[in-house]
């Protein structure tokens, strides 16, 4: 049993409800019944992580729409935590999800909750890795799906899942943030179920990010955790997952929440370094890392609670930053991953400078996109490839040049 529950008026929905804000304009949460759930710690050690692993802890009752999602990889990484100064860094790849990005775990509970609803159309606005997994659960379900997306503000690699899996693909003249205002107001009108990142059951499947988490480290807790921010619900999710881990007995303390930002667009940064209560939105925001180039992000308020409640922090890093924290995630650890997903990297370097992370702190870095979701970058920030005459002696000579 859940309420869906307002986060600042307390106001509750009842599970039948298609409802992504309350009445008073505040985010909702999904609210179960702690006292009737009991983990099954024999299972939860022996049986490997997938996100429905932890239905239990899912708000979902029947059926559910699933290729396989979650289970991703948390790999050691020794090499990069001498290069950056911590004791123990691990990654956790959410880029070897089946679409790519660790939106399919949100997608998953989304897709199947429209189903448990009986929605007939799903849609979302959306910077790339959303639009892709939308499409492609969209056609599991045998449901229409579509997308709202920044006309070219969107890598090729993302578009591209989207169109081949069905979906209806709109490029609008405009960003993200407008985007988003779209298609809320097209799903409102035309009863169309939202499965952007306001809709509280997207998050409740991104939460299993920080169950695998514990799981995979012998039910240990990491001092902290590193990762990307762009709308702001992969930072409440997983601290949500923190949480409830915490509330059923399996741990007895969170880690540190950190969320990083790119200069070019950085309201969650720079609310919490003001020590404001909300966020200020950025009209343009601009940076490489296309997957967070969001100025107003839903989900902003719940991500500034999970970050001061956990005793966290927020940072920002440039372009050449997070390209350089990229290349080091490759090079190093061989660890391929989209521009965005390099920032959880570049930020814990630069909290190690600041001395913010001390070198004694086990850290897991979460990644969030696959290095292949933006090819073009890739080449863009890469040395060309040499170019030589199909002799011996030229491939000698291009091997040993400096």
Aim: net charge negative; glycine share 8%.
């Amino acid at each position: 049993m859940y309420s869906l529950e307002c986060i600042d008026c307390g106001n509750k929905y009842a599970e039948s409800d298609v409802v992504y804000t309350c009445e008073c304009g505040g985010l909702l949460d999904i609210i179960y019944d702690y006292s009737n759930i009991n983990i099954d710690m024999e299972k939860l050690r022996l049986e490997p992580p997938t996100v429905w692993k932890y239905r239990d802890l899912l708000p979902i009752k029947g059926k559910h729409v699933t290729i396989y999602e979650g289970g991703t990889p948390l790999y050691k990484c020794d090499r990069l935590a001498e290069l950056i100064g911590v004791k123990e860094i691990y990654v956790k790849h959410e880029g070897l999800n089946p679409t790519g990005s660790f939106k399919d775990r949100g997608m998953t509970v989304g897709v199947s909750k429209a189903l448990e609803l009986g929605m007939k159309t799903v849609a979302c606005a959306s910077t790339g890795n959303t639009s892709a997994s939308l499409a492609i659960y969209g056609a599991k379900a045998g449901i229409p799906a579509i997308v709202l997306l920044p006309e070219g503000k969107v890598a090729m690699g993302k578009v591209a899942q989207a169109l081949m899996h069905g979906a209806k693909v709109l490029s609008i003249k405009g960003n993200f943030d407008e985007a988003l205002s779209l298609v809320r107001k097209l799903c409102d009108e035309e009863k169309f179920y939202l499965l952007n990142s306001i809709n509280p059951y997207r998050l409740e499947g991104q939460k299993t990010i920080g169950f695998e988490i514990i799981d995979q480290l012998n039910l240990n807790v990491p001092s902290r955790v590193v990762l990307p921010v762009g709308n702001a619900g992969n930072v409440t999710a997983i601290y949500k997952g923190f949480k409830e881990f915490t509330e059923l007995g399996v741990t007895d303390h969170v880690p540190k929440m950190c969320g990083i930002q790119a200069e070019g667009a950085s309201p969650i940064v720079k609310a919490i370094k003001n020590n404001a209560e909300m966020i200020e939105p950025e009209k343009s925001p601009e940076t490489i890392a296309t997957a967070i180039r969001i100025g107003d992000p839903v989900n902003a308020k719940k991500a500034l609670r999970a970050i001061r409640e956990s005793n966290g922090t927020a940072e920002t890093v440039t372009d050449e930053e997070l390209v350089q924290a990229q290349r080091d995630l490759a090079q190093l650890e061989g660890i391929g991953v989209e521009p965005a997903s390099a920032t959880s990297v570049a930020g814990l370097k630069k909290l190690v400078k600041q001395g913010v992370v001390q070198s004694s702190e086990t850290v897991v870095c979460v990644t969030t996109g696959h290095l292949l979701k933006d090819p073009q970058e890739v080449i863009e920030a890469c040395d060309k490839p040499i170019v030589v005459d199909a002799t011996i002696k030229a491939i000698r000579d291009a091997v040993f040049s400096k």
